[in-house]
């Protein structure tokens, strides 16, 4: 099956700090990769799309400078929440598009917490 | 604009009932998926199923079943026999199919919780 790991699993950070977020698919490559956000009993927002070798396309309202994305390889996806504040903790979902299949498999989630 | 709608917020049953769980969507597209995911305590979100928009026909897995009526643009699951395992937040998505334009991102309903008791 398809695989896809996310590190670290949790992280408390102090307020003014960041930190970085992997989104790896193990066993498959994917062009594109996506983020997802998402706050206590709430649904998943999707952040940005991510794309091997290219820019990422952010969603509306979604500071490009606060989160950076970088997708370097065909298996690795990177987040990056630059001077986390408390707002910024919540619950962060990446997925990955299978190369040639149109199938999205997620991570297990990395849950921030900024105090 | 794309849109998915759950409009049942928190379901309880006892063991062993039926369920189902709603789902309506709107899109301007004629090609698109839907998806079904389960989101257990644990968080991480496992994939049941994904349905293409000119396949109508109803799916059974198991104890699981979907309907898909494009008449009401709506992605009915129905979970039978419903066991304590069940428990989770369960998401209805839609995406946009891939093209030159479309990236297949998700557009996620607001999700329905399901409580199944022993």
């Known amino acids: 099956g398809a695989v896809v790991s996310q590190h670290p699993s949790r992280v408390i950070c102090k307020s003014g700090t960041s930190v970085k977020i992997e989104c790896r698919s193990l066993d498959f490559q994917a062009t594109t990769m996506f983020w997802y956000r998402q706050f206590p009993k709430k649904s998943l927002m999707l952040m940005a799309t991510s794309n091997e070798g290219s820019k990422a396309t952010y969603e509306q309202g979604v500071e490009k400078d606060k989160f950076l994305i970088n997708h370097a390889s065909l298996t690795l996806s990177t987040l990056t929440v630059t001077s986390a504040h408390p707002e910024d903790s919540s619950f962060y979902i990446c997925?990955?598009?299978?190369?040639?299949?149109?199938?999205?498999?997620f991570g297990p989630g990395t849950r921030l917490t900024v105090t | 604009a794309q849109k998915v709608t759950q409009a049942q917020t928190e379901i309880s049953v006892v063991e062993k009932e039926d369920v189902t769980l709603d789902c309506v969507y709107e899109?301007?597209?004629?090609?698109?998926?839907l998806f079904w995911y389960k989101q257990p305590p644990s968080g991480e979100l496992v994939f049941l199923i994904r349905?293409?928009?000119?396949?109508?026909q109803n799916e059974i897995s198991g104890r699981y079943s979907w309907n898909f009526q494009k008449s009401t643009s709506s992605f009915n699951f129905t979970i039978t026999a419903s066991q304590v395992v069940d428990s989770a937040v369960y998401f209805c998505a839609l995406s946009e199919a891939h093209g030159s334009s479309n990236t297949g991102k998700l557009i996620f309903g607001q999700g329905t919780t399901l409580q199944v008791k022993p």
């Open positions: 997925s990955a598009d299978r190369d040639g299949t149109y199938e999205q498999y």
């Open positions: 349905r293409n928009s000119f396949d109508e």
């Open positions: 899109t301007r597209d004629t090609t698109y998926y």
